[in-house]
């Protein structure tokens, strides 16, 4: 075992210690092989040094964290070139979905484990590839066609491109919005629509996702106020997919909502801002938590989520491995969270 300074962490790096933050919180378990994306995440953190092992493991990159970073890349690129009043690239952005759609269609599950993580700097790129990532995964369950698929995921992945005509001191503003900010931010489908339109390459059927991703079921939506079928098919997937991702991310005006809360969130606004039958088909397809991330419970205890996916994933069952407190778990044991109403999860830890 060793001591390294962040600035001499590796990828491949076994961490011979728990990392533990200030507040008590677990960042990561002992035993964690140290990948890119988890260094980024100790780097957030400021911590001045980890422990490993002497050995350093050869990384095995899976080819679905390869596609999530492209894409995360290619989004990034193509949202500050709309900025900057460019046109959008159409032929990187079709590449990058065509694998995603790809890779989804072979194994739905493939991405799950990648999705929700984020912070602020990130987050307008990531939110959009973990919306198509999410409706495409209910969109498959829904047995849509490839020519479909391709067309969701790309009316996904541009869905708030619009925002980009929108000045940054009003979508970065850390406050809460006045009505005015609030109505020129709602400009954003249009906006978005319009972009979609003049890019050639891009269908009718992705403008409109693009211009409907915020109208409800019942009609209340923006910005025609379309009811029920007569907003598109697509539409209302992406609809779902957009604010169940975005309720798990942290915002200047509130804590982000724990996976399991965003879903209930959206099956409580079933029937009245989603369509009720897509919000079924929507929890039966993805994993809420999805097997093997490690998640701290009320008790304080930590526990592996055992594996689970659609609707026994919002409560799932989980194999406790340590406790934030008191004596060490020697024998890991399982405890059925869909049994237990009091015990709850309360963080992610990885
Ligand atoms: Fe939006």
């Known amino acids: 075992m060793k ?63 390869v596609i999530y970073s492209e894409t995360y890349h290619t989004v990034k690129n193509v949202m500050k070139a709309v900025r900057k009043g460019d046109d959008v690239d159409v032929g990187s952005i079709k590449e990058t979905v065509s694998e995603i759609v790809q890779s ?58 619009g925002k980009c005509k929108i000045p940054l001191n009003i979508l970065n503003k850390p406050a809460r919005l006045t009505e005015s900010e609030y109505e020129l931010i709602k400009k954003h489908s249009e ?28 009609g209340d939506g923006y910005p025609h106020g379309l009811k029920g079928d007569e907003i598109d098919l697509l539409s209302r997937i992406v609809a779902i997919a957009d604010v169940y991702d975005a309720l798990t991310a942290d915002r200047v005006y509130r804590k982000r909502f724990m996976p399991h809360e965003a879903a209930e969130y959206i099956i409580a606004n079933s029937g ?54 008191g004596p060490p778990v020697f024998e890991p044991y399982l405890i059925d969270l869909a049994k237990n109403p009091g015990i709850s999860i309360v963080d992610i830890i990885s």
């Open 104 to 161: 989804i269609i072979n194994n739905d599950n493939v991405f799950m484990k990648l999705t929700g993580i984020r912070d602020i700097d990130n987050y307008t790129y990531l939110h959009s590839v973990d919306v198509c990532i999410y409706s495409l995964i209910a969109g498959k369950t829904m047995n849509l066609s490839a020519e479909e698929l391709n067309n969701l995921a790309l009316g996904a992945i541009l869905h708030d491109i």
């Open 272 to 325: 009245t801002q989603f369509d009720s039958q897509i919000i079924r088909v929507f929890i039966d397809s993805i994993a809420v938590y999805p097997a093997d991330i490690i998640v701290m419970l009320n008790t304080g205890e930590i526990a592996r989520v055992v594996e689970s996916k659609g609707p026994p994933s919002i409560r799932p069952k989980v194999m406790v491995i340590a406790r934030k407190k």
């Open 3 to 65: 001591k390294v300074t962040l600035d001499k962490l590796e990828p491949g790096m076994k961490l011979a210690k728990d990392i533990i933050l200030d507040d008590g919180r677990f960042l990561l378990l002992k035993g964690f092989t140290l990948k890119e994306r988890y260094l980024e995440k100790i780097r957030l953190y400021d911590i001045p040094y980890v422990y490993v092992e002497n050995e350093i493991e050869k990384i095995e990159y899976f080819s679905e964290e």
């Open 191 to 218: 906006y978005g629509y319009e972009i979609v339109k003049r890019t050639p390459g891009l269908n009718d059927e992705i403008a409109n996702i693009v211009l409907h991703h915020h109208e409800h079921w019942d």
